[in-house]
């Protein structure tokens, strides 16, 4: 499914450190305000900064009728316990917080100047998992990151 319409990869960046999950906003009882935990904040920021840095020179935003799909990889950090000689060297899935589709909301806000529109994302895929491992005595493994690309699409394209 999805296969028949053409893609243009217009977009690949390495996000740094582990992906962090959209923050829950928190409401001020007395002034009504929503503010956004700071955690999050600092995120949106560093996935909006290198964004912008690697669309540098791009017309930008994408125009509203074009289909967008997303493809989302985070890796992180295996625990202490999953360096044993019986655990496989590459990648597992990561089946603890934080939730996949939490941190592709916190992916896909830190693009917001890429296109007009969040609705204009059809197609994402997103994957988590823990590091692959690199050494097992001294129990190091891939290095935290999320890798993003993103491609647009053909609007008059078929989807399927």
């Known amino acids: 499914m999805g296969e028949a ?3 243009d990869l217009i977009l690949n960046i390495r996000i740094p450190g ?3 999950a959209m923050g829950r ?12 935990p700071e955690k999050t904040r600092k995120y949106l920021w560093l996935v909006q900064a290198i964004q912008e ?13 074009t289909p967008i799909r997303v493809s989302i990889e985070a890796v992180y950090k295996r625990p202490g ?6 655990d496989p060297d590459h990648a597992l ?3 603890t917080k934080p939730d996949i589709d939490n941190v592709c909301k916190s992916i896909l806000d830190g693009l917001q100047g890429l296109w007009v529109d969040d609705a204009q994302v059809c197609d994402i895929h997103a994957i988590k998992v823990m590091g692959a491992i690199v050494d097992r005595k001294s129990k190091t493994c891939e290095l935290e990151r999320v890798d993003v690309r993103v491609w647009t699409g053909d609007p008059s394209d078929e989807p399927c």
């Open 81 to 86: 316990t999953r360096f044993r000689r019986k």
């Open 25 to 36: 906003p928190r409401f001020n009882r007395y002034s009504g305000r929503a503010h956004t």
């Open 53 to 65: 840095k690697a669309c540098h020179g791009m017309d930008l935003p994408i125009p509203r009728d």
């Open 5 to 7: 319409m053409n893609w």
């Open 93 to 95: 899935w990561k089946t």
């Open 18 to 20: 582990p992906g962090v």
